[in-house]
């Protein structure tokens, strides 16, 4: 036992109504997971479809024994934009920060800073603990080691680390699904619904590289990092992120927990989880301080 | 074809400018004024920090000859190599003399002449751009180079570049003859 | 938020173009110490610290304002390196400090009180809810906007807020919100937020193949050029990609922004500084575009109409598609 926690990312994609109170049952019923963030973070279009969804996936993962996060946009821009992070920033429950636009409402009560939020040393991550943040994931480019630099400067609290699925890499005021298809984002008839993984982006010379979703852009890749939990307790990492895909979420988090609990070693864990359908191949560079899109765990 | 009758009248220009190198080796004199300038002006080759030991290999495709330069301030190189000896060079920056020498007064912007393919480059982009910025802060005269001071020195900036100014603009009306009426 | 002169701020890379800018008419001048802690950490550019005590006496002599940028996001365990940044540029005479990073922010509020703090575009503050945190915390008195807004929401934004805005109006177009790609960092390992660097310039090759010159970033195709075609430099997100089967500039096209057009609207906007883009370009360059933008806004100032700007900004095009970005909300 490693005591290392296992987090559910929010999803990034438009999935539908239906799609995600699936997931999310499957979830609350089969996934090890403690903690499970929920919410649109990626575009505030989105968020009319899936709002009337939230409500009873919140109870149903509440009731399975789940800790909920709710997660706020990335970007938030516009009126309704900024009063729903506001909103949300009310709840009783923890508040996923992704922008600094929720520090003002949200300041003195407890907050997870995501990987949208710049946190790049421990003087940045110490200001705002002091604000209120109980869990910091970092950005993704941060290597395993400067992630333990600040955790080790900044005991007050638990540093999560974004180990499965497709890296966000950038957001944008522009949306790429609506460009593709010759739209505009401000009538752009949600054609990144029909790609619940992002939509695969690659060179003139056929390699894969990146995916967009909307106005997100992601690796085309997929991050999988499998430490050994001694590697992650070492350098003071309390929790890992698992970023939902549609791929099985359930076996991604039975094998990270099994992983995290000695049962599996690092080199099974990894041949578990490519044996998944998964949008792309297993990178892990950025916790080895190299490219993102390097392999440096042999499979 | 413009080239035709320019080409033989730019040639005349540059020997005209040039009387004083006439019979002298160009490599050791260039080593020397490189040397004397990075003695008057130290400051200038931190700039380039870890690319002074770099090989540049400079060929103005318009003379027979290239220069092979290692501009690591008072123990620099300058060489004047056949083309065909690019291989053991970091960098390899070819373009036209004339525009070549206007990057170095900073009359023209060398980004733009790169992206245009006037002035190509290939080997080490880092190294050529530690050298553009470097020559951007310089502000060299043609007299830096010649180690001239003085009202030699100042004969020299108003002879050289005042010639550049006249075959630029030879070179550029050539250019918009050659341009469609739009 | 004034009804004053808007101010015109310049970028230098090197102290010739620090007092070229400054000689063709900039108010304000930009630039950063040679090394991470600022955003255009290229090979051979940027100031020593001697060297900005000379520019800053040489841009005050000519009532000019100096601002020194340390906008990078400090590495952990070396966070001193970029607080003695910001306190070299205190003791050089700066007139603003841009930072980004919190951690930054907090020190130069904390210890250089009167050096004014400004909010760099790297930590794309966009709503009145994120100014406002960093103004009340660390009291910063200017915000860059990030390059996402279009005019109207700059007027409304400013109508919200009680800083000072600076808006971009020339130069290299960042297409993703700055601060927060990590695009390059993916490809390469070297990143803007990591270590001031976007597409690092060791990492791009140029190869010549069958009838095409191919530019790379670390081995990624980033585009292909005909041959006499003119390239550009392979900055990720301006390369051509291919997705559901359509080969496109998927992100922006090779352009670069102008938006001298719109300078009278963001005068109306309320926007207090325009600024331009490019520390990593020559002097010559940046002599004539803040030559041309003195002039426009000169003559903004003096009631001119589009036409005369337009006649102003006519030069300087580079050759290069231009696009006005999101001022327009086309753009999107």
Known sequence: ?299 | MVTENTEPRLAAVVRHLFPAFAGLPLGPLLTLSLRSLAGRQPRLFDRLGEHRTACYFIDPIDLAFAFAVVPDGERSIVRVVRKNEAAASSVLIRGPILTLLSVLDGTLDGDALFFSRIISISGRTEAVLALRNTIEDAELRPADLLGLRGALARLADTGILGALSVMRQMADRNSRRKAPEA | MTSGRMELVCPAGTPATLRAAVQAGADAVYCGFRDETNARNFPGLNFSAAELAEGVRYAHDHGSKVMVAINTFARVNDVDLWKKAADTAAECGANAIIAADIAVLDHVAKNHGPTRLHLSVQAAAATPEAIGFYASRFGVRRVVLPRVLSVQEITALNRLIDVETEAFVFGGLCVMIEGRCYLSSYATGKSPNLNGVCSPPEMVTYDDEANSTVARLSGFTIDRYEPGEPVGYPTLCKGRFTASGKTSYLFEDPVSLNAGGMIAGLKAAGVTALKIEGRQRGRGYVTEVVRAFRKAVDAVEQGGDAIEIDRILAGQSEGARQTAGAYNKKWR
């Open chain 1, 1 to 299: 036992m490693s005591g290392i926690a296992l987090t559910l990312g929010p999803v990034f994609f438009h999935w539908s109504p239906d799609r995600l109170s699936d997931f999310y049952r499957r979830i609350a019923d089969e996934a090890p997971i403690d903690r499970v963030h929920v919410g649109e973070v990626v575009c505030g279009k989105r968020m009319p479809f899936s709002d009337p969804a939230w409500p009873e996936i919140i109870e149903r993962l509440e009731r399975a024994g789940k800790q909920v996060v709710l997660s706020t946009l990335a970007a938030p821009a516009t009126v309704r934009e900024r009063r729903s992070v506001e909103d949300l920033c009310t709840d009783e429950r923890l508040v996923e920060v992704n922008d600094v636009t929720a520090l003002p409402s949200r300041s003195g009560k407890p907050f997870v800073t995501g990987p949208f939020l710049n946190v790049y040393n421990e003087a940045s991550a110490q200001y705002l603990i002091e604000l209120g943040a109980q869990t910091i994931c970092p950005p993704v480019e941060l290597s395993l080691a400067a992630v333990g630099g600040m955790a080790g400067a900044c005991p007050g609290a638990e540093f999560e680390v974004f180990v499965f699925g497709r890296l966000p890499l950038a957001l944008s005021g522009r949306c790429y699904h609506a460009r593709i298809h010759g739209l505009h984002k401000d009538s752009c008839q949600f054609t990144c619904e029909k790609d619940p993984d992002g939509l695969a982006v690659e060179t003139l010379d056929d390699q894969p590289f990146l995916a967009v979703n909307g106005v997100q852009t992601l690796s085309n890749q997929m991050q999988a990092f499998c430490p050994a939990p001694t590697d992650l307790t070492s350098k003071g990492v309390g929790r890992i992120r698992l970023s939902p895909h549609t791929c099985d979420m359930v076996e991604v988090a039975k094998t990270y927990k099994s992983l995290l609990d000695g049962i599996e070693d690092p080199k099974g864990a990894r041949f578990v989880l490519s044996c998944l359908d998964l949008p792309g191949s297993l990178v892990d560079g950025y916790f080895h301080g190299k490219p993102g899109r390097r392999t440096l765990t042999e499979k």
